[in-house]
Nanobody, 127 residues
């Protein structure tokens, strides 16, 4: 399994970035995909998740209404559109995947809910 995140960079507060995560080695459409972020000295934090097929999404309170998670199963890729960025959004962003195991699956918010991780991409928001 390989998850390759890209799209990070330096942006001013109020700006936008779009992260991408290309997956290989998994049956992509049958995986819940998620984004987490981490700053030095802190635990990894849930950002957003999307169901197989993209019908359901979940966001942390801190990014709700500013970030949008989406997926393009034909390209095995999940995206995170980040608008109105704030300095507190500065972090390394990681994509994660976990296979759907039940018809009644939920979108996990814990690190342990996911079993595959990308290498991370740095997002820096200047004030």
């Amino acid at each position: 399994v390989q998850l390759q995140a890209s799209g990070g960079g330096l942006v001013q507060a109020g700006g936008s970035l779009r992260l991408s995560c290309a997956a290989s080695g998994i049956f992509f459409s049958s995986n819940v995909m998620a984004w987490f972020r981490q700053v030095p000295g802190k635990e990894r934090e849930f950002v957003a998740a999307i169901s197989g097929g993209g019908r359901r999404t979940d966001y942390s309170d801190s990014v709700e209404s500013r970030f949008t998670i989406s997926r393009e199963d034909s390209k095995n890729t999940v995206y995170l559109q980040m608008n109105n960025l704030k300095p507190e959004d500065t972090a390394v962003y990681y994509c994660a995947a976990t296979p759907i195991r039940s018809v009644f699956y939920t979108l996990g918010r814990r690190e342990t809910d996911y079993n595959a991780w990308g290498q991370g991409t740095q997002v820096t928001v200047s004030s």
